[in-house]
Antibody
Framework: QITLKESGPTLVKPTQTLTLTCTFSGFSLSTSGVGVGWIRQPPGKALEWLALIYWDDDKRYSPSLKSRLTITKDTSKNQVVLTMTNMDPVDTATYYC????????????WGQGTLVTVSS | EIVLTQSPGTLSLSPGERATLSCRASQSVSSSYLAWYQQKPGQAPRLLIYGASSRATGIPDRFSGSGSGTDFTLTISRLEPEDFAVYYCQQYGSSMYTFGQGTKLEIK
């Protein structure tokens, strides 16, 4: 059974760096073709893909946010970490991590999401 | 960047009716790398369809996807009460993996 869970701060101040951790079980991020991605959703708005890391440490970033994002993995801990610098109120959103397969940016299992509010 | 435009924005139907949701891409989606997700309030999205027409594990066969190139459709043959939700399409064939803005399927 594949499960994922996001953790991190619920409130950050403008200009701060956000660090989110995705802790997963039921699969290994050393299995060929497997990846873990991050997607966010501002309140009442659509989904936006942010980043993804594959089993072989290949990393993909949204071109519009690439300069602010870093994604890393710790295979031994079954964790993926996303950092986003220079946070702004427009970054207020629910942040999801999700499992992908077949080396595709396509998500079949999702975490419950964590709401991050950016406010002073 | 491939822009996905979903229509209609809101669809009002009754249980038992057929629902047809559209997703149009600004450029051709390579290899039909188009997926559909369902999202209910307060929940994470759920993968329904991938590869334009393949149902994900555990998805009822009343859900079907079709299309290629720039025009894709999600059809729900007979609506059940639990199908009323927001539906998103996503393309994963280019390096900017975009989602549509969503179609809200509401009870009439």
């Amino acid at each position: 059974q594949i499960t994922l869970k996001e953790s991190g701060p619920t409130l950050v101040k403008p200009t701060q760096t956000l660090t989110l951790t995705c802790t997963f079980s039921g699969f290994s991020l050393s299995t060929s073709g497997v990846g873990v991605g991050w997607i966010r959703q501002p309140p009442g708005k659509a989904l936006e893909w942010l980043a993804l890391i594959y089993w072989d440490d290949d990393k993909r970033y949204s071109p519009s946010l690439k300069s602010r994002l870093t994604i890393t993995k710790d295979t031994s801990k079954n964790q993926v970490v996303l950092t986003m610098t220079n946070m702004d109120p427009v970054d207020t959103a629910t942040y999801y991590c999700a499992h992908s397969w077949q080396q595709l940016v396509l998500f079949d299992y999702w975490g419950q999401g964590t709401l991050v509010t950016v406010s002073s | 960047e491939i822009v996905l435009t979903q229509s209609p924005g809101t669809l009002s139907l009754s249980p038992g009716e057929r629902a047809t949701l559209s997703c149009r891409a600004s450029q051709s989606v390579s290899s039909s790398y188009l997926a559909w997700y369902q999202q209910k309030p307060g929940q994470a999205p759920r993968l329904l369809i991938y590869g334009a027409s393949s149902r994900a594990t555990g998805i009822p066969d009343r859900f079907s996807g079709s299309g290629s190139g720039t025009d894709f459709t999600l059809t729900i043959s007979r609506l059940e009460p639990e199908d009323f939700a927001v539906y998103y399409c996503q393309q994963y064939g280019s390096s900017m993996y975009t989602f549509g803005q969503g179609t809200k399927l509401e009870i009439k």
